[in-house]
């Protein structure tokens, strides 16, 4: 299951324009008396940048088939019964391990779980030093499947669940409408235990405003939901005037992509879903980043990491924190870290009291949480929970035909022996180079319009 981290490359840049106040408020849903400044501009260097790169990162990704069960708007997978064979895998691996280090490896497709030898792939990655989280819509997954995957290795899933498919275990139009299903992997996952559980939803202009919706939920189960990404829509019906060229030809990209009514008619970025989350949680704050490898202000991943019992959150952590836990885990396991366990997850009251010491986000979390106790002393047996929350926003191109990618991609994947953004590995299979965009003439940037 590939969705939407992006897809052949072809996206106007938003980047460096504020919104009017009209088209502000068409992107918050907020009344008109609200102020433009309800959008943050978002100051990457606050935040610790993540210290990922091509060679040393916390994530890889392994695409083990282009097969899936389910068509999502915006996927640009061809839906081909094209199994990798674990030699096919086996070779992968050993150019990840020859290139690239990293603490886990996704496992991505199509749907992995629609690949007959699932389990066997698990495991190998297991044996081969990696923590494998697989990337599912879950359609496939049932407990039995799943104790085997348990068996073989699996530390995680990312499960992709939202309004751009059309699922028969689950007949939502709206993302809250899902709830009950993503609650049930949830739970699913806790009742195996020691499986990192984590939900993806991509997100355009169109469902921006339900954002709220998928936070609330997931804020009460603090302790079995561990993290929720937020994959920005990206479409060529919102780019700008230009032509694609490839190995000097003109190309079209139209064969491979369709508009769509879902993704609406304006680029979202991360600081849009920011103010979203902001609406229902007014202390939201990221603290790291990856910024694009173009543009130094673009946030391309954004992740704030929230302390919280069952009841209540106390804050979130700070910029100081994200770098002692990466450099740590550096410095005692040789990876930088991704995807912690929900053991690990768990140990909030520890974490916050040793992390108080250096991170001054973690000293006003550790207050609130000793504020509580005195106010109830029931919550002195609360356990804390680290619950994270990621923004994607996936390629953009800029009005000079650049294209602005993540900068330490953890997305990175294995073809024909090389490795390569898997957003935009179509270009490759398809052209053997990537697409160029050459702009028919430089224009403002586009910007959201009101509907
Ligand atoms: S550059 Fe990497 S992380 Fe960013 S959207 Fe593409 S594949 Fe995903």
Request: charged share 25%.
């Amino acid at each position: 299951m590939i969705i939407l981290h992006g897809f052949i490359a072809v996206y106007e840049i938003l980047m460096s324009t504020n919104l009017s106040d009209v088209q502000e408020q068409a992107v918050t849903g907020r009344e008109s008396s609200a102020p433009c400044s309800a959008i943050p501009e978002l100051t990457p260097r606050e935040y610790y940048r993540l210290p990922w790169s091509l060679t040393d990162n916390g994530i890889s990704w392994l695409e083990v088939t282009d097969a899936c069960n389910l068509a999502c708007e915006g996927c640009y997978r061809p839906h081909e019964e094209n199994h990798k064979s674990l030699e096919q895998i086996a070779e992968e691996l050993e150019v990840f391990k020859r290139h690239r280090k990293s603490d886990c490896m996704s496992l991505a497709g199509g749907d992995p779980l629609v690949h007959p030898q699932i389990v066997e792939i698990v495991r190998m990655v297991r044996e081969g030093g990696w923590k494998p989280v697989i990337n599912t819509n879950g359609l496939a997954l049932g407990p039995k499947l799943l104790k085997k995957l348990k068996d073989a290795g699996v530390a995680g899933f990312t499960f992709h669940i939202d309004t751009t498919q059309i699922r028969s275990d689950s007949e939502a139009n709206e993302e809250k409408g899902h709830n009950p299903l993503r609650t049930k992997f949830a739970k699913m996952l806790a009742a195996e235990g020691d499986i990192t559980c984590s939900f993806n939803q991509t997100v355009s202009v169109e469902t921006l405003d339900q954002v709220k919706d998928t936070v609330t939920w997931a804020q009460q189960y603090p302790d079995i939901v561990h993290t929720v990404v937020f994959i920005l829509f990206r479409s060529p019906g919102l780019i700008g005037d230009y032509e694609y060229y490839a190995n000097g030809n003109k190309v079209s990209l139209d064969d491979n992509y369709d508009d769509s009514a879902w993704g609406g008619s304006n680029l979202l970025q991360a600081k849009h879903i920011v103010a979203k989350i902001r609406e229902v949680d007014p202390d939201f704050e990221p603290s790291a980043y990856l910024s694009g490898t173009v543009n130094p202000d673009s946030t391309k991943w954004l992740i704030a990491a929230r302390v919280a019992s069952k009841d209540q959150g106390f804050g979130y952590v700070g910029p100081k924190f994200m770098e002692y836990v990466q450099h740590l885990h550096h410095m005692f396991k040789g990876t930088w870290l991704s995807y912690s366990s929900p053991k690990m997850t768990g140990r909030g009251r520890l974490t916050t009291a040793l992390f108080s010491l250096v991170d001054s986000s973690m000293r006003a979390v550790g207050k609130r949480f000793f504020g509580s106790i005195r106010k109830s002393q029931s919550s002195i047996r609360d356990r804390l929970h680290l619950q994270a929350f990621t923004i994607i926003q996936p390629v953009d191109m800029l009005t000079d035909g650049r294209m602005d990618m993540c900068d330490g991609c953890p997305d990175m994947t294995v073809h024909e022996g090389e490795l390569y953004w898997s957003c935009r590995l179509e270009e490759i299979k398809r052209y053997g180079c990537f697409v160029h965009a050459v702009p028919r003439g430089r224009k403002e940037p586009l910007q959201p319009t009101i509907n």
